[in-house]
Nanobody, 125 residues
Framework: QVQLVESGGGLLQAGGSLRLSCAAS????????MAWFRQAPGKEREFVTA????????YYADSVKGRFTISRNNAKNTVYLQMNSVKPEDTAVYYC??????????????????WGQGTQVTVSS
């Protein structure tokens, strides 16, 4: 089993920056695809970004491309989400996810096997 714990969420103003962390325990996730999803009130959970095992493959939703950056430190069993130039529409609970297999489809929640409990990010205008 893998446990994922997100941290780093908070309240910030539009245009600001924030870095989220996702610490994994129970098993090394160096061979897992890792991702961030988010869920705003009244909306479905949506894909934000993902990173492959080797960090050479990264994927982003169009809404965050150029503003958010995903990275991983396999030595620390941790994944990060650097959020820059945030907007009020980025307000959501952000979830970390891990996939044992690197399936062709990576933007759906069903492609991931483990989830964290989420961390709230609120962006004020």
């Amino acid at each position: 089993q893998v446990q994922l714990v997100e941290s780093g969420g908070g309240l910030l103003q539009a245009g600001g920056s924030l870095r989220l962390s996702c610490a994994a325990s129970g098993r090394t996730v160096s061979n897992y695809r890792m991702a961030w999803f988010r869920q705003a009130p009244g909306k479905e959970r949506e894909f934000v970004t993902a990173i492959g095992r080797s960090s050479t493959s990264t994927y982003y939703a169009d809404s965050v491309k150029g503003r958010f950056t995903i990275s991983r430190n396999n030595a620390k069993n941790t994944v990060y989400l650097q959020m820059n130039s945030v907007k009020p529409e980025d307000t959501a609970v952000y979830y970390c996810a891990a996939a044992i297999l690197e399936r062709a489809v990576y933007t759906v929640t069903g492609a991931y096997d483990y989830w964290g409990q989420g961390t709230q990010v609120t962006v004020s205008s």
